[in-house]
């Protein structure tokens, strides 16, 4: 009997595992690759031909809100995930996008709880957070 219950209880737990890991994925095809990978410095290419651009880098924002998680909790349209969907977030303007990711509890969308990490602000730096706000701004 205590076998039994054992088996029980680990294939719950199981079940539960997988459910959220599918849950929080943000695509079936990419289960499990959720690594990003980092080119060794020696391979980065540095063309100082070129001007560096002005404003922000919007593909660097998006590769962002995927590698930092942002991803695993919103989508990117208006449907709600953990978190609220974040089409249309730009019209609330640059400083709530900012504010929302450095210090999450200041302001809680109605119907959400307080679950954002608190860590975002110390994780990326100005520039990237720019290219950040950048992208948010282009979801609609």
């Known amino acids: 009997m205590f076998k039994r219950s054992k088996f029980v209880v680990v294939l719950v737990l199981a079940v539960f595992t997988l459910f959220v890991v599918v849950a929080c994925a ?3 095809k990419k289960l499990f690759l959720t690594a990003t990978l980092v080119p060794e410095i020696d391979s980065i290419a540095t063309d100082t ?3 560096d651009a002005s404003g922000p880098d919007i593909d660097n924002g ?3 809100f995927k590698s930092l998680g942002c991803s695993g909790c919103h989508n990117t349209d208006s449907r709600k995930l953990v978190g609220p969907g974040l089409a249309g977030v ?8 900012r504010t929302s990711i450095v210090d999450p509890a200041a302001v809680i969308v109605d119907g ?3 679950l954002m990490p608190k860590k975002f602000g110390d ?3 100005g520039d990237d957070m720019d290219d950040l706000i950048a992208y948010l701004n282009t979801l609609n």
């Open 26 to 28: 943000e695509s079936t």
């Open 49 to 51: 031909n070129e001007p």
């Open 62 to 64: 998006e590769s962002k």
């Open 90 to 97: 730009g019209s609330k303007g640059d400083d709530y996008m």
């Open 112 to 114: 959400f709880n307080n």
């Open 123 to 125: 994780a990326i730096n």
